[in-house]
């Protein structure tokens, strides 16, 4: 499969990885760049008024033992045109980090790239005591533009796990408001407390420097819920968000049969409500030499 131009703008690519997915896999498993394996790759769509983007995946892969070559992934990250400011931080932060995830959003308003470094998190969550354990930084995310270096934004994700139903429900609502996302969060929730327990789950509160983003992201593969079969919670988010019904049945039709992943929602650094879904995570396999697009996904959640 050809590479792309990855500044190009995307159309949608359903339930398959792009070509460029396909090239950044590649490049970040070859030589130079002293990360592991496996590469896992997670497509998602987001909402926001009128528009979904469905031109989005995250590839993820662990950072060798031996340590990944600064040099080499700023040279990576360079070629996707990183800004300057952004070098110091990630120089300094990525020999803490055991997992490196590479995330590109491609849409009418053009192509973001986002690079995070996730941390190892304190053994052990709150004892029979339910003293909470203190929030502690999961991922470091740097986002930019790239043919716009002026338009880049530092996120950090904080660990707010352990909380039971109602208390999740209510720090949701005041993190990002009563409305249409929190109550789909809320709904949501108790579907999943049927099956696991809510405190079980992955919990983040994300936060941006020197903007508004103010959200929540919840990780929810361990409820093995299809989006085939979330038709109904689905529908207030496309009615809320003014999502064409062809629209929805289009995305559906490519996607319905994964997994869902993650449920995140709030406000952006646009100060505009939205939420995005992550889906049908499964690991790439790059074809040995050039020219080849590989094999996968593979597995699921």
């Known amino acids: ?35 592991g394996g496996p590469v896992l790759w997670e497509p998602s769509f987001k909402l926001t008024q009128g528009e979904v983007l469905a031109d989005r995946f995250l590839l993820s892969l662990p950072v060798a033992a031996a340590g990944a070559s600064v040099a080499g992934l700023m040279r990576f990250l360079g070629g996707l045109r990183l800004p300057p400011c952004y070098r110091p931080a990630l120089e300094a932060n990525l020999p803490d980090a055991h997992q490196l995830h590479l995330g590109v959003e491609r849409g009418s308003r053009g192509c973001h790239y986002k690079c995070y470094l996730e941390f190892r998190q304190p053994p052990g969550r709150p004892g029979d005591t339910g003293e909470p354990l203190p929030p502690s930084l999961v991922y470091l995310a740097f986002k930019w533009d790239p043919t716009q270096p002026q338009r880049h934004a530092l996120a950090r994700y904080w660990d707010r796990c352990a909380m039971n139903l109602d208390d999740l429900t209510r720090w949701i609502a005041a993190l990002c408001g009563a409305g249409a996302v929190a109550l789909a969060a809320a709904d949501l929730l108790a579907r999943v407390a049927t099956v696991l327990p809510v405190a079980e789950l992955m919990v983040l509160e994300v936060r941006e420097d020197g903007n508004p983003r103010c959200s929540f992201d919840l990780g929810l593969y361990d409820a093995d819920l299809r989006l085939c079969d979330l038709g109904d919670w689905l529908a207030p988010l496309w009615d809320h968000f003014g999502i064409a019904p062809p629209r929805r049945a289009a995305l559906l039709g490519r996607v319905g049969a994964a997994a869902l992943g993650h449920f995140a929602g709030g406000v952006g650094r646009d100060g505009v409500e939205f939420c995005s879904i992550c889906y049908g995570v499964g690991r790439l396999v790059p074809a040995l030499g050039a020219g080849g697009a590989g094999s996968g996904p593979r597995g699921g959640a």
């Open 1 to 35: 499969m050809p590479t792309t131009d990855p500044h190009d703008r995307g159309s949608g690519l359903g339930h398959e990885p792009s070509a460029l997915a396909w090239d950044l896999c590649a490049r970040l498993t070859g030589p130079g760049l002293g990360l």
